[in-house]
């Protein structure tokens, strides 16, 4: 959108007025630069592992008068005690910049100075213009690029800078939360009552402050005449919604297992222009829409335009109805074509740097390159196919209810089954199966980009696979308490997939881990199951030694240790976003023991079944002795692939058990008299 020009707003919008001044929060600001005092020194507990702490981060975004038209003006005040030198890299901050024709975004009134606490007095050390870089990200983006200097363990750094945008649809988003601790964050906005945004919160954390006010606002604009300005300055004046966000004592966000991106779990406000009155007129919807979204897409030279013409792989599409009438069979066919006409370079994109042809003569492409011209081959093989954007996970999730291409990374294949059915394909890893994504893949919902906006939805990325994890042990145990036998493992869905790219030698390694140092294979393996579509299966011999001096009258054993679930990997305590498997988990081990003659079991772990409430999983243990043989037999199933924050402490919970029942030994006794 380019900037609204003040020659037609002032026809109908301005109120010339003398008496008013623009009302901004009366609110005090939390931060004033150049303020820092002794007493900012001094840690918190709560702050002690942190390698630094952001003592107040300060942001003010308003619509204000400008030449020819209405401007963004952000400011923003950042104060950050660095505790270790593990904080040093939050003394480079970074500041992006959109800049489009002739307009742009410029920062203003940028300072920074570091104090340090020398002899018990305050040393300020200012950044010099040598400490600051601009930068070019690509055709519309830059950034200014700026180090805090003389950083120490203990010192303060602190910034202040002002984005002057000629963009009133960009207004400022704001982050809340970060790696570290945060004490004060605070973000107003003041918007005149020409213009409405769409909010968008992102949060698992409350505000300490969330108001908003209707409030006086005047500003002034200078009217251009003919490309020149005449100096008058024209006063205009209306009602302003006065917004205020703050948060306090934040914690910081930690990796932890089983997320996607960080980005979606900051706390943040994100901001999109939705409305404009002007001129008497009814409002303006100038939001972006999905619809909008889809025709843009398909009329762009790096995305649609490639997909309505023959591509090379067009002649031997052509054969394959015959071939394959079923369609599910002839996407497969056209999937594996397509994989050895090109391999994947591991580039995450939404759009081709090439046409496909080109791609195809490198023998290489990116991910849209790829699955682009899977979708264009799918439909000279006759299928209904379609492209399906979506966010990968290490991107972040969509936000359903602000559509914004930039959200998007990734495309996949769409192929709509004669019985309706969606199946989704992806070209880039020759390990997946038709019908699978992979795993990267697996973030909530994928937009459909079709010719039909009627047929433009959104399709669930949740996959019917799940993470299946099966093995089966049949052991001999020796009087000594050696154990010898053979093992059989399985890996299906996404477990096969994982296993698959792990390889035979590490998995081997990674089983051999497992089992423990005392536990030989003494022959080498292969796995059995090519087709990606099948479980992958592994055989082996097992031998566990032990005592070496002979006989022993008591055996404990603990064998589900060595083949199922020994540790919790849920390790925080409490957890205030959602647990994200991406798939639903399946763990299921049967070991077998035949006992020698005269050992009976005096002991073993009794029955227990776990479930977790909303239908969130199950855990199935059991342990018995037939004769002289003992069976146990564990499964763990969690179908669900993301379980809320308020489920938690209940699945960390059966986590915990699930490990403890499988450390629970055997007992197992000789009788007495009986000769080995």
Same mark, same amino acid.
């Given at each position: 959108?380019?900037?609204?020009?003040?020659r037609?707003?002032?026809?109908?919008?301005?109120?010339?007025?003398?008496?008013?001044?623009?009302?901004?929060?009366?609110?005090?600001e939390?931060?004033?630069?150049?303020?820092?005092?002794v007493?900012? #020194?001094?840690?918190?507990?709560?702050?002690?592992?942190?390698?630094?702490?952001?003592?107040?981060?300060? +942001?003010?975004?308003?619509?204000? +008068?400008?030449?020819?038209?209405?401007?963004?003006?952000?400011?923003?005040?950042?104060?950050?005690?660095?505790?270790?030198?593990?904080? *040093?890299?939050?003394?480079?901050?970074?500041?992006?910049?959109?800049?489009?024709?002739?307009?742009?975004?410029?920062?203003?009134?940028? &300072? +920074?100075?570091?104090?340090?606490l @020398?002899?018990? &007095?305050?040393?300020?050390?200012?950044?010099?213009?040598?400490?600051?870089?601009?930068?070019?990200?690509?055709?519309?983006?830059?950034?200014?690029?700026f180090?805090?200097?003389?950083?120490?363990?203990?010192?303060?750094?602190?910034?202040?800078?002002?984005?002057?945008?000629?963009?009133?649809?960009?207004?400022?988003?704001?982050q809340?939360?970060?790696?570290?601790?945060?004490?004060?964050?605070? *973000?107003?906005?003041?918007?005149?009552? *020409?213009?409405?945004?769409?909010?968008?919160?992102?949060?698992?954390?409350?505000?300490?402050?969330?108001?908003?006010?209707?409030?006086?606002?005047?500003?002034?604009?200078r009217?251009?005449?003919?490309?020149?300005?005449?100096?008058?300055?024209?006063?205009?004046?209306?009602?302003?919604?006065?917004?205020?966000?703050?948060?306090?004592?934040?914690p910081?966000?930690?990796? @932890?297992?089983?997320?996607t991106?960080?980005?979606? *779990?900051?706390?943040?406000?994100?901001? @999109?222009?939705?409305?404009?009155?002007?001129?008497?007129?009814?409002?303006?919807?100038?939001a972006?829409?999905?619809? !909008?979204?889809?025709?843009?897409?398909?009329?762009?030279?790096?995305?649609?335009?490639?997909?309505?013409?023959?591509?090379p792989?067009?002649?031997?599409?052509?054969?394959?109805?015959?071939?394959?009438?079923?369609?599910?069979?002839?996407?497969?066919?056209?999937?594996?074509?397509?994989?050895?006409?090109?391999?994947?370079?591991?580039?995450?994109?939404?759009?081709? &740097?090439t046409?496909?042809?080109?791609?195809?003569?490198?023998?290489?492409?990116n991910?849209?390159?790829?699955?682009?011209?899977?979708?264009?081959?799918?439909?000279?093989?006759?299928?209904?196919?379609?492209?399906?954007?979506?966010?990968?996970?290490?991107?972040?999730?969509?936000?359903?209810?602000?559509?914004?291409?930039?959200?998007?990374?990734y495309?996949?294949?769409?192929?709509?089954?004669?019985?309706?059915r969606?199946?989704?394909?992806?070209?880039?890893?020759?390990?997946?199966?038709?019908?699978?994504?992979?795993?990267?893949?697996?973030?909530?919902?994928?937009?459909?980009?079709?010719?039909?906006?009627?047929?433009?939805?959104?399709?669930?990325?949740?996959?019917?696979q799940?993470?299946?994890?099966?093995? !089966?042990?049949?052991?001999?145990?020796?009087?000594?308490g050696?154990?010898?036998?053979?093992?059989?493992?399985?890996?299906?869905?996404?477990?096969?997939?994982?296993?698959? +790219?792990?390889?035979?030698t590490?998995?081997?390694?990674?089983?051999r881990?497992?089992?423990?140092?005392?536990?030989?294979?003494?022959?080498?393996?292969q796995?059995?199951g090519?087709?990606?579509s099948?479980?992958?299966?592994?055989?082996?011999?097992?031998?566990?030694?032990?005592?070496?001096?002979?006989?022993?009258?008591?055996?404990?054993?603990?064998?589900?240790?060595?083949?199922?679930?020994?540790?919790?990997?849920?390790r925080?305590?409490?957890?205030? #976003?959602?647990?994200? #498997?991406?798939?639903?988990?399946?763990?299921?081990?049967?070991?077998?023991?035949?006992?020698?003659?005269?050992?009976?079991?005096?002991?073993?772990p009794?029955?227990?079944?776990?479930?977790?409430?909303?239908?969130g999983?199950?855990?199935?243990?059991?342990?018995?002795?037939?004769?002289?043989?003992?069976?146990?037999?564990?499964?763990?199933?969690?179908? !669900?692939?993301?379980?809320?924050?308020?489920?938690?402490?209940?699945?960390?919970?059966?986590?915990?058990?699930?490990?403890? !029942?499988?450390?629970?030994?055997?007992?197992?006794?000789?009788?007495?008299?009986?000769?080995?």
């Amino acid at each position: 959108m380019n900037t609204l020009r003040i020659r037609q707003r002032l026809l109908l919008l301005a109120v010339v007025c003398g008496g008013f001044t623009t009302q901004a929060q009366a609110q005090a600001e939390p931060i004033k630069f150049g303020k820092v005092s002794v007493a900012d #020194f001094t840690p918190q507990a709560a702050d002690s592992a942190a390698p630094a702490v952001v003592l107040c981060d300060f +942001g003010v975004s308003k619509v204000v +008068g400008g030449d020819d038209g209405f401007r963004l003006n952000f400011e923003r005040t950042t104060r950050i005690l660095i505790r270790r030198k593990a904080g *040093y890299d939050w003394a480079t901050v970074e500041v992006p910049l959109y800049h489009r024709d002739e307009d742009t975004e410029r920062v203003k009134a940028l &300072k +920074g100075t570091t104090y340090n606490l @020398e002899g018990g &007095k305050l040393v300020a050390t200012k950044m010099g213009s040598e400490s600051i870089f601009r930068d070019k990200v690509d055709e519309q983006h830059n950034t200014c690029r700026f180090t805090l200097p003389n950083v120490k363990e203990g010192s303060i750094i602190e910034f202040t800078y002002t984005v002057d945008s000629d963009f009133i649809f960009n207004l400022q988003n704001w982050q809340f939360q970060h790696t570290i601790p945060v004490r004060w964050s605070e *973000y107003r906005t003041l918007i005149p009552s *020409y213009y409405k945004y769409k909010q968008i919160t992102r949060s698992y954390l409350p505000f300490t402050v969330q108001e908003e006010k209707s409030v006086p606002y005047s500003t002034v604009i200078r009217e251009s005449i003919d490309g020149r300005l005449d100096n008058r300055d024209i006063p205009i004046s209306t009602n302003a919604l006065s917004s205020r966000w703050v948060m306090q004592n934040v914690p910081a966000l930690q990796e @932890e297992p089983f997320m996607t991106s960080a980005r979606d *779990y900051f706390s943040s406000i994100e901001f @999109e222009l939705a409305i404009i009155q002007s001129f008497n007129q009814p409002p303006k919807d100038v939001a972006n829409t999905w619809e !909008k979204i889809a025709e843009e897409l398909l009329k762009d030279e790096q995305f649609g335009r490639d997909l309505n013409r023959p591509s090379p792989l067009a002649a031997a599409m052509a054969e394959l109805p015959a071939r394959y009438p079923e369609a599910q069979a002839r996407a497969t066919a056209v999937l594996a074509q397509v994989q050895q006409a090109i391999k994947y370079n591991s580039e995450e994109r939404l759009y081709i &740097k090439t046409s496909l042809k080109q791609a195809i003569q490198r023998g290489q492409g990116n991910a849209a390159e790829v699955n682009l011209l899977l979708v264009q081959a799918l439909r000279e093989a006759g299928l209904q196919a379609n492209a399906l954007i979506l966010s990968t996970r290490s991107h972040g999730h969509i936000l359903l209810d602000m559509p914004v291409l930039a959200h998007f990374n990734y495309v996949v294949a769409h192929v709509r089954l004669p019985d309706g059915r969606d199946f989704l394909l992806d070209a880039t890893e020759p390990l997946v199966p038709a019908g699978m994504l992979p795993e990267r893949c697996l973030n909530g919902q994928g937009r459909l980009i079709t010719d039909t906006p009627a047929q433009n939805r959104w399709v669930s990325l949740a996959p019917a696979q799940r993470h299946t994890v099966y093995t !089966k042990a049949d052991l001999t145990l020796a009087p000594n308490g050696a154990l010898q036998g053979k093992g059989h493992w399985e890996w299906a869905g996404y477990a096969g997939l994982e296993a698959r +790219g792990t390889g035979t030698t590490d998995l081997v390694r990674a089983i051999r881990q497992q089992l423990g140092d005392e536990t030989t294979i003494p022959a080498p393996a292969q796995p059995s199951g090519t087709d990606v579509s099948k479980p992958l299966a592994l055989d082996l011999p097992i031998q566990v030694s032990g005592s070496e001096d002979g006989a022993v009258g008591t055996i404990y054993l603990s064998p589900m240790k060595q083949f199922g679930l020994t540790s919790n990997p849920l390790r925080a305590e409490s957890r205030y #976003f959602p647990v994200d #498997f991406g798939m639903g988990r399946d763990g299921t081990h049967i070991i077998t023991i035949t006992l020698p003659k005269g050992y009976t079991a005096t002991e073993l772990p009794k029955a227990q079944v776990l479930t977790l409430p909303n239908g969130g999983g199950q855990f199935q243990y059991g342990c018995v002795q037939q004769g002289n043989t003992i069976s146990i037999t564990s499964r763990l199933s969690l179908p !669900k692939a993301q379980y809320p924050a308020a489920e938690y402490s209940a699945l960390r919970e059966l986590y915990d058990r699930v490990a403890a !029942k499988h450390a629970e030994p055997l007992v197992l006794s000789k009788a007495p008299g009986t000769q080995p």
